[in-house]
């Protein structure tokens, strides 16, 4: 039903890597995905990508004033201070290929989506760019897929002398993994603060899974209905009426949520990006 839609989107659809160090000396690399909108270089993928660069920054903030507190007045050598295990020391992106990186970043945490601007980009990287479905068109019970890049977290060394880290080539088609599912709800949370519009976010009857944030969620025809971005489980709320706990008291159901297409038309319009969508006349266009 999706080998279609699923060639289109592998097309766009690729691994953004985030390389960590920690105080404790741990490292390591998660992968989530990111959209590429147009040939201009722009990309979208989940807010929350951002998450351990924001805490980088406050972590260093942090280290730098408690080495200033415990600095000995007189000038005198002191043990080192004692600091947070996991504060972030070394933080690094790989955005989809070598060299590849971004010069600005426009992050709606609410919404929690983020549009990017890669530099070192070529349009011929890209086989295919993706269409934005209609949204009046995505509605409850048709049949959509989720592609991301889950399961795979590579194994990472950090080179103190380069001040670099170190993973091994991440081939996109191969990390790919896709899962099908219905629409089972839409949910709209109105706007709030400074935001210019609703935040709509699309339900489906299957989760995503880590690595798979910021991948598209398509329709049969591999247009982009909404984009990846949590998941959450409900309980079913069975309930024993023996004195014994009922292994039915632990059961949930598992659900994908992804940021809705016409919330993430708004705010690529808000940003003047361009970008295909696919109109009632069953044309492509190009927004400007």
Same mark, same amino acid.
Request: charged fraction near 25%.
């Given at each position: 039903?999706?080998?279609?839609?699923?060639?289109?989107?592998?097309?766009?659809?690729?691994?953004?890597?985030?390389?960590?160090?920690?105080?404790?000396?741990?490292?390591?690399?998660?992968?989530?995905?990111?959209?590429?909108?147009?040939?201009?270089?722009?990309?979208?993928?989940?807010?929350?990508?951002?998450?351990?660069?924001?805490?980088?920054?406050?972590?260093?903030?942090?280290?730098?004033?408690?080495?200033?507190?415990?600095?000995?007045?007189?000038?005198?050598?002191?043990?080192?201070?004692?600091?947070?295990?996991?504060? $972030?020391?070394?933080? +690094?992106?790989?955005?989809?290929? %070598? #060299? !590849?990186?971004?010069?600005? *970043? /426009?992050?709606?945490?609410?919404?929690?989506?983020?549009?990017?601007?890669?530099?070192?980009?070529?349009?011929?990287?890209?086989?295919?760019?993706?269409?934005?479905?209609?949204?009046?068109?995505?509605?409850?019970?048709?049949?959509?897929?989720?592609?991301?890049?889950?399961?795979?977290?590579?194994?990472?060394?950090?080179?103190?002398?380069?001040?670099?880290?170190?993973?091994?080539? $991440?081939?996109?088609? +191969?990390?790919?993994?896709?899962? %099908? #599912? !219905?629409?089972?709800?839409? *949910? /709209?949370?109105?706007?709030?603060?400074?935001?210019?519009?609703?935040?709509?976010?699309?339900?489906?009857?299957?989760?995503?899974?880590?690595?798979?944030?910021?991948?598209?969620?398509?329709?049969?025809?591999?247009?982009?209905?909404?984009?990846?971005?949590?998941?959450?489980?409900?309980?079913?709320?069975?309930?024993?009426?023996?004195?014994?706990?009922?292994?039915?008291?632990?059961?949930?159901?598992?659900?994908?949520?992804?940021?809705?297409?016409?919330?993430?038309?708004?705010?690529?319009?808000?940003?003047?990006?361009?970008?295909?969508?696919?109109?009632?006349?069953?044309?492509?266009?190009?927004?400007?």
């Amino acid at each position: 039903m999706f080998v279609d839609a699923c060639r289109k989107a592998k097309g766009f659809t690729r691994p953004v890597a985030t390389s960590l160090r920690y105080q404790d000396g741990t490292v390591g690399t998660t992968l989530n995905s990111f959209i590429m909108v147009n040939r201009d270089g722009w990309a979208i993928t989940a807010a929350h990508t951002f998450d351990s660069l924001v805490k980088h920054e406050a972590d260093r903030k942090k280290i730098a004033e408690i080495e200033n507190m415990q600095a000995p007045a007189d000038g005198s050598s002191r043990a080192p201070p004692k600091l947070d295990p996991k504060f $972030i020391l070394n933080h +690094s992106f790989w955005w989809g290929w %070598d #060299g !590849v990186m971004i010069s600005e *970043v /426009t992050i709606d945490r609410r919404v929690d989506i983020a549009l990017v601007k890669l530099v070192n980009f070529k349009p011929k990287m890209i086989s295919n760019y993706p269409v934005f479905a209609d949204p009046d068109e995505v509605s409850l019970g048709m049949s959509v897929c989720r592609v991301g890049h889950p399961f795979m977290d590579p194994p990472t060394e950090f080179d103190a002398k380069m001040n670099a880290f170190r993973i091994p080539k $991440i081939d996109s088609d +191969s990390a790919l993994f896709v899962n %099908d #599912g !219905v629409v089972s709800k839409i *949910v /709209t949370m109105k706007k709030a603060g400074n935001s210019p519009f609703d935040a709509m976010y699309l339900d489906t009857s299957t989760p995503g899974y880590r690595g798979q944030a910021g991948g598209p969620i398509v329709d049969k025809e591999g247009r982009v209905c909404a984009m990846q971005v949590n998941s959450f489980a409900v309980p079913f709320g069975f309930h024993s009426t023996s004195e014994e706990k009922s292994p039915l008291d632990d059961q949930y159901c598992c659900i994908g949520r992804g940021v809705h297409v016409k919330t993430i038309r708004q705010f690529l319009d808000s940003k003047n990006v361009r970008y295909s969508s696919y109109d009632d006349e069953q044309e492509f266009r190009i927004v400007e």
